[in-house]
């Protein structure tokens, strides 16, 4: 019997603390909570002994630029490793050189104050490796639904403990420099512990050497999958100016609060303090309430509240009403950061991620390190007037950001895939008209997926061979819960809503877009559909027979891209024991997780006939 859908019940909304339910990431909030106060020690303990040894705000630029100065040497390189090595243990061990490394300092100090440059860009270099693989593993242990919220936590964890750093550093200037490096150390131990008891799947590492040419050619996947993406390319277009204003504000407003505000260190050290308490606010403020409104707009939000709040610090009178507007900018900051992070993550493949992020990270340093060498103009210039410029960068990238490409797609794009989902019929998945797909199509997964490019000529053609191009209108159900059929689909164009129906709504629930692949658990083990997928928007679909995507697995990359997709799901679906229970034989699906040898040329061998 047909007839009009009845209308969606409206979604059960999803607490801002419930990813706090998942151990992992109490681990890893914890983590970042306890090493970010203890950086934040280091950090402006080295700022205050450097500007009360010389008095210059140009050398207490270059302290802050040092420790962004390895990101363009090491920066790209480190991503290429995050993506080929277990995240966690990278993690772990950038933990523990970094707590070698602070530990020295004090010592360093007491041979030549100018070692502790070397030993901030040696710190700072290990730390490249440590942002990357804790970036990328953040979606792999919240939802698409929590995403955000667990952002926001976060950003808590990484920017609100730097309250405790700075008034603590403040506070041990007066007493022994030395003993904030101590501390700072200690805190790196502690997150190290914290990285150690993680029990994320080990990630299947790399076999082959990791070679020059290797490096070279992924870290050109990674800058073009940015250039090529709309998404990420307006990220780091908006992420740009802001960052240069960030360097130029982060150096200025040490000479701003104690040379024209006239501020002790322990008031500044409160200053910077009371900013991240604004964070901290903003964080929780973001956690509540970020899925209202379209993620391009809390990114304006943010620039604007923030170019605003810089302008007037850069009027005020005194240090208090100048703490004032740093801790208004502190909470504006929030909404920017935790909107771009999230854009970010859902925006980048995974297999790509350490790649991606790096590089993003290593852009987003460069013009960081230009905006602090600009802070050198405040021995020439009015430091008011350099703060009030840099404010008004801020503000108009919040303008530009309502008009860039892909910046503006909505937060709360799980809650109307959620709708989507509930206002399509149930029953039996539609029968499409279907083409069989050709080279060109394959061209554009390969646009996609970059991974897919390792497939030598016949592998393609074989994995061309009973393939099919689907144009599925949006509200059509591709897959339902419980369906036999085993053939996995890639997303060259659209977007799709997947999860399992409860009496209550849908669990697991995710969101996929241009780039993603669904289908690959009932292709690889044989077993029942796991979910359902509707489109939610007009989208192209390559639809690979089950033997066809087990064929291309002997290549090691496409292997563990579609085993680490695989394993994520069934943990998001509480289904880990999906594989031990699927009907094909499990020596053959053992085979699947299993790196081949790649030839001397590094190239994948061919597939053995059948």
């Given amino acids: ?235 780091f277009l908006i992420g740009a100016p802001v960052s240069l204003a960030f360097g130029l504000w982060n150096v200025l407003l040490l000479p701003m609060a104690v040379r024209v505000l006239g501020a002790s260190d322990a008031e500044y050290g409160l200053q910077e303090g009371l900013t991240s308490i604004g964070f901290v606010a903003g964080s929780l403020f973001m956690a509540r309430y970020s899925d209202r409104i379209q993620t391009g707009l809390w990114i304006f939000i943010g620039c604007a509240g923030m170019g605003i709040a810089g302008v007037l610090y850069g009027l005020a009178p005194t240090i208090w009403i100048g703490i004032v507007w740093v801790m208004v900018s502190g909470f504006f900051n929030s909404p920017t950061s935790v909107a771009r992070q999230t854009l970010l993550q859902r925006n980048t493949p995974r297999e790509l991620r350490g790649r991606v992020f790096s590089s993003m990270f ?59 989902m509930r206002a399509t019929p149930t029953g039996v998945a539609a029968q499409l008209p279907s083409r069989p797909a050709t080279v060109a199509d394959f061209d554009v997964l390969v646009g996609r997926l970059a991974t897919f490019s390792l497939l030598s000529a016949g592998q393609r053609t074989a994995f061309l061979k009973d393939a099919r191009i689907q144009e599925v209108p949006e509200g059509t159900r591709v897959i339902t819960h419980g369906d036999s059929s085993v053939a996995a689909y890639f997303i060259l164009d659209g977007a799709c809503a997947v999860g399992v129906p409860t009496p209550d709504g849908y669990k697991g629930l995710n969101t996929l877009q241009t780039g993603d692949f669904f289908g690959e658990i009932a292709a690889l083990t044989g077993s029942a559909r796991t979910a359902d997928v509707v489109m939610t928007a007009p989208s192209v679909l390559l639809e690979v027979p089950a033997e066809a995507l087990r064929a291309t697995m002997i290549v090691p990359e496409v292997s563990e891209l579609v085993m680490s997709a695989m394993t994520e799901r069934l943990m998001r679906l509480r289904m880990p024991d999906m594989p031990r229970l699927a009907a094909r034989d499990q020596s053959a699906l053992r085979e699947l997780r299993t790196k081949r040898p790649r030839s001397k040329a590094g190239a994948a061998p061919a597939p053995a006939a059948e």
């Fill in 1 to 235: 019997m047909s007839g009009t859908p009845a209308a969606p019940a409206a979604p059960v909304r999803i607490s801002p603390l419930a990813v706090f339910r998942k151990r992992d990431f109490t681990l890893l909030w914890t983590a970042q909570l306890v090493s970010t106060a203890g950086s934040a020690l280091t950090d402006l303990a080295a700022a205050i002994y450097v500007y009360s040894v010389t008095g210059s705000a140009f050398l207490v630029g270059m302290t802050l630029m040092a420790t962004a100065v390895p990101s363009l040497i090491i920066g790209l390189l480190a991503g290429v490793f995050v993506d080929r090595y277990d995240r966690r243990k990278v993690m772990l061990a950038s933990n523990l050189l970094q707590g070698v490394v602070v530990a020295l300092i004090p010592f360093l100090l007491g041979l030549n104050a100018y070692l502790l440059f070397v030993a901030i860009l040696l710190n700072a270099g290990v730390k490249q490796f440590f942002d990357p693989a804790y970036e990328s593993i953040i979606p792999e242990i919240a939802s698409d639904e929590e995403l955000e919220a667990a952002n926001a936590m976060l950003s808590i964890a990484s920017f609100g403990s730097t309250a405790i750093g700075f008034a603590g550093a403040g506070l041990l200037a007066a007493i022994d420099i030395r003993l904030a490096f101590w501390i700072d150390a200690l805190t790196f131990l502690f997150s190290a512990g914290c990285v150690l008891a993680l029990k994320l799947n080990a990630r299947v590492e790399t076999a082959e050497p990791t070679t020059v040419g290797v490096v070279i050619d992924n870290l050109k996947i990674g800058l073009a999958t940015i250039a090529r993406s709309k998404e990420l390319r307006s990220l």
């Fill in 362 to 420: 290593v852009m987003r340093n460069v013009v960081f390190l230009i905006g602090m060498a600009g802070a050198g103009l405040a021995d020439v210039f009015p430091v008011r007037d350099l703060i009030i410029i840099a404010s008004l960068v801020v503000l108009a990238v919040g303008v530009v950001a309502l008009v860039m490409p892909g910046v503006g797609r909505p937060a709360a794009e799980w809650r109307r895939a959620l709708a989507t």
